[in-house]
């Protein structure tokens, strides 16, 4: 007969049920649910990095094109508020700064590391956190200023982007106006003309957010004249051999809100037809007044869901076939939440958003932003990669462009979030069939994950990613496997350690984290 103490400690073991892990359904069989292009992880450069042009030669740093290289490829959007008060100037003086990087990219090569410029971007270093304070009272203030960039502002952008194997896509300045109401393209046509001279093969923009052209300017645009401003655009563009075919998109429109789902629809229905794919923009919440509960909650992440359909219904109705793309987007507007939006906690937003986005449809995804003002950056103003930057980074090398079924049984989806796609083919490990599992763990214990049965046997490998240091989910450093990610010297990434799981053995998602698991030899016939 068992003693008192072990009968009560057996009961009590009896009375708290084990915590049976979530099964995961995968659609292995069938088609892939849709297909998302290449560059779907894109980025962007807030053009108020110009806003003095010579901080824009930071970009010239060999620690951040090695970063930038590293989420290669894609598109590399310089747009943002500033674009709609940058004046080009092919005739005004550089700053004193991109005169002489330019003369060192003229003898050494536009890509070369530029080690004599070194002792400059370490003195604009010191002076960008007063320009940085500078640029997020102005945009909170909403008192914007006009500034005149020049043909090395252009050229510097163009050979970042080259450099790295992004393709720029420019925004033009669309509050240029003739009596208040159509778009003067005087100016746009100089900086095409500067650029087709050049031989730089770009894509184009016209205008940031035209919903908010009368908050920040005074100006009222409707989405009939900014259709036929596009309209415009595109025959200028068609006068450069260089540019009769290049892509044009737009009209990166802000939250999808009643007003602004009515310019897009009009828009649509009046300059549709010239641009390549539609822009719009998204953010979860107030970077002034977000908190950290908003960063881990189900309701506020399931609100991008739904302007996305509604996005995509306008879209639909107006020019049916149309790619989307989400033009600029990051957890929280006005630079981001301080504290929050540049550590570990910001992934569940963008890992989230980055697999609902690819299920819904949603073909390109632009990152607001890879380097700049304000906490919601991937790199920071020290060249250091940022949580969002490695949770990127195995994005880029782990997800293919193929969408796949997945649901979740035996927890609340909502809380434990998970995506499917055919594994990366490009990546050297992986073979055609394989699939990538990312997850994400709303809950504030530990959950399990159990593949389908006939799954058993194959090797699955983990790329757990959580918090490094006593910060917890506030921290802005993280460690993949248990190892700290952190580069291995400026032009070096480091190796992105797998951790073989045993056969059958159950996906451990620690409380609040998120990870990758591919599944060899699944042999999914959407990836094949």
Not at 322 to 338: D, F, I, N, Q
Not at 367 to 380: E, I, M, N, P
Request: proline fraction near 5%; glycine fraction near 8%; charge should be positive.
């Amino acid at each position: 007969m068992l003693a008192p103490p072990l009968l009560l400690l057996l009961l009590l073991l009896l009375a708290v049920p084990l915590r049976q892990a979530a099964e995961l359904r995968l659609g292995l069989r069938g088609s892939p649910r849709g297909t998302v292009s290449p560059a779907f992880l894109s980025l962007t450069l807030d053009a108020s990095l110009a806003r003095e042009p010579r901080f824009v030669t930071l970009l010239s740093n060999p620690k951040l094109r090695t970063l930038a290289r590293g989420l290669s490829p894609g598109f590399l959007r310089f747009g943002g508020t500033s674009t709609d008060f940058l004046i080009f100037d092919p005739h005004k003086d550089s700053t004193l700064e991109e005169e002489i990087l330019s003369g060192l990219q003229a003898e050494e090569g536009a890509c070369g590391a530029q080690p004599g410029f070194a002792a400059v971007q370490e003195l604009l270093l010191a002076q960008w956190p007063s320009q940085e304070k500078l640029l997020l009272t102005e945009h909170s203030q909403k008192k914007h200023k006009n500034t005149t960039i020049t043909g090395h502002t252009l050229d510097i952008l163009h050979g970042f982007a080259n450099c790295s194997g992004f393709h720029l896509v420019f925004g033009l300045n669309a509050l240029l106006r003739r009596h208040g109401r159509e778009w003067d393209s005087s100016n746009a046509g100089q900086l095409l003309g500067y650029c087709a001279r050049r031989g730089y093969n770009l894509s184009w923009e016209l205008g940031n957010e035209p919903n908010s052209f009368k908050k920040k300017s005074g100006i009222y645009i409707d989405g009939f004249q900014l259709g036929r401003d596009f309209i415009h655009l595109r025959r200028l563009l068609s006068q450069h051999p260089l540019y009769r075919h290049a892509k044009l998109y737009g009209p990166d429109v802000g939250q999808p809100r009643k007003h602004t789902q009515h310019l897009l629809r009009s828009f649509l229905k009046s300059g549709g037809k010239v641009i390549d794919s539609v822009t719009w923009h998204h953010y979860y919440v107030n970077g002034r007044s977000a908190t950290r509960e908003d960063f881990l909650s189900p309701a506020v992440l399931d609100t991008f869901a739904t302007a996305v359909r509604d996005v995509l219904e306008i879209v639909a109705a107006t020019v049916p076939g149309k790619k989307v793309w989400l033009g600029e987007t990051s957890s929280a507007y006005g630079g981001g939440a301080p504290q929050l939006s540049n550590t570990y906690l910001a992934g569940f937003m963008w890992l989230d958003k980055l697999g609902l986005a690819a299920r819904q449809g949603i073909d390109v995804v632009m990152r607001q932003v890879f380097f700049g003002a304000g906490s919601y950056h991937l790199v920071d103003a020290s060249f250091e990669p940022l949580p969002d930057y490695w949770l990127s980074l195995l994005y880029k090398r782990l997800v293919g462009s193929r969408v796949l079924e997945v649901s979740v049984a035996g927890a609340d989806a909502r809380r434990l979030r998970v995506y499917l796609h055919c594994t990366n083919p490009r990546h050297p490990k992986y073979r055609e069939g394989d699939v990538t599992l990312f997850a994400l763990n709303l809950y504030n214990v530990s959950q399990n994950l159990q593949l389908p049965r006939q799954l058993w046997s194959k090797q699955v490998d983990q790329y757990l990613l959580l918090p490094h240091g006593r910060e917890s989910i506030l921290s802005r450093r993280v460690q993949l496997n248990g190892r700290l990610l952190q580069m291995v010297d400026e032009e070096t990434l480091p190796t992105l350690h797998e951790a073989a799981l045993a056969p059958g053995s159950a996906l451990g998602l620690p409380a609040f984290s998120y990870g990758f698991y591919v599944i060899r030899k699944a042999k999914a016939i959407a990836c094949i």
